[in-house]
């Protein structure tokens, strides 16, 4: 059976860092990972995804160069790290593993089969 449990979310002032992790188990490395977030009331969107070598990484437009994500396929974890956080970054963040090895990141959640329970994210002004 496949889990997925986020950790790493919180309360952050503008401007401020968080890092989120997920740890994933009952599926291998060779699957792409991604990090999607909903904010009340909205539609679960794309943040950030990463194929199973790492070497290919997609990010929203919204999160380019304040965000990265990382993932250590020894340990089955994928990392969410949030830089210069803004009050629109506030959601709950989930962390996903897609469904077909191998193949390059999707954006559409409808790509992946597995998802953890979320893990809230807001940000201050």
């Known amino acids: 059976q496949v889990q997925l449990v986020e950790s790493g979310g919180g309360l952050v002032q ?5 890092r989120l992790s997920c740890a994933a188990s009952g599926r291998g490395g060779i699957y792409p990972m991604g990090w999607f977030r909903q904010a009340p009331g909205e539609e679960r969107e794309f943040v950030a995804a990463i194929s199973a070598d ?3 990484k997609y990010y929203a437009d919204s999160v380019k160069g304040r965000f990265t994500i990382a993932r250590d396929n020894l340990k089955n974890t994928v990392d969410l790290q949030m830089n210069s956080l803004k009050p629109e970054d506030t959601a709950v963040y989930y962390c996903a593993v897609d469904s077909v090895a191998f193949r390059r990141p999707q954006f559409q959640k409808d790509g992946y089969a597995y998802w953890g329970q979320g893990t809230q994210v807001t940000v201050s002004s």
Do not use: E, Y
């Not at 503008?14 to 968080?18: F, I, Q, R, T, W």
């Open 14 to 18: 503008a401007g401020g860092s968080l």
């Open 54 to 56: 790492t070497i290919t």
